[in-house]
């Protein structure tokens, strides 16, 4: 995704000014870049739409800092209200050429497996994974194409398509997804539908049966 976001310096610290500048709409932030850090504050309309669309934290977003200094960065850290859930602090990490980053990129499954057809079902066992590089390889998505999975086929850390620039900061080599049997594969169309006709008949049979039984007798003692 295309990310913009126009940002200010601030020069306000402290709780009643941080509340002071959300009261006006606004999120305070800091841009961090070699063990320095810019205090900023930006709308916070932009942030939620630039969320809304697509925001994570391998976007790389244009940031315009007070009409003079283009820097691009990702985000390092976003902090919510507990109970709103509103957006109040953001912390960017400003792209350096040639300097290595450590983020986590999201796993995209693209197309429907040959295995959803025939009735599997589709497990993702990692959302994303963690990777260290240089912004010159980084990637937003991790995008694997899944059509040709059927029943029982997966796919691995090691079959990812991703740049071999890449340090993958991940054990061994775990299955990321994968196609997986469900009941109608197990049993087979046939057999589950029997079974459950099955159970609708003996649902439908119990009340009719418990009608049809005899009284017990009962003998009053004197």
Excluded at 3 to 14: F, M, W, Y
Excluded at 115 to 138: C, D, H
């Amino acid at each position: 995704m295309e990310a913009k976001l126009a940002v200010k310096r601030r020069q306000e610290t402290g709780k009643n000014e941080m509340n002071r500048l959300r009261s006006a709409g606004n999120v305070p932030g800091n841009v961090i870049y070699e063990g320095n850090s810019i205090m900023i504050s930006f709308a916070k309309a932009n942030i939620q739409k630039l969320v809304q669309t697509g925001l994570r934290q391998s976007t790389v977003i244009d940031m315009d800092i007070d009409g003079s200094q283009q820097s691009k960065v990702v985000v390092k850290e976003m902090q919510r209200h507990p109970v709103t859930g509103d957006i109040v602090h953001v912390d960017f990490y400003r792209l350096t050429p040639g300097k290595k980053l450590t983020l986590s990129v999201p796993v995209r499954p693209q197309g429907v497996a040959i295995g959803i057809k025939n009735g599997g079902a589709m497990e993702q066992f990692y959302g994303s994974v963690k990777i260290r590089t240089t912004p010159e390889f980084l990637k937003e998505t991790i995008d694997v194409d899944v059509t040709n999975l059927d029943v029982g086929q997966g796919v691995r850390l090691s079959m990812l398509p991703v740049p071999k620039e890449w340090e993958i900061r991940l054990e061994g080599d775990p299955m990321i997804l994968k196609c997986s049997r469900s009941r109608m594969t197990v049993e087979g169309p046939e057999t589950a539908a029997a079974t459950a006709e099955g159970a609708a008949a003996g649902a439908a049979a119990a009340p009719a049966a418990a009608a049809a039984a005899p009284a017990k007798k009962t003998t009053d003692k004197k």
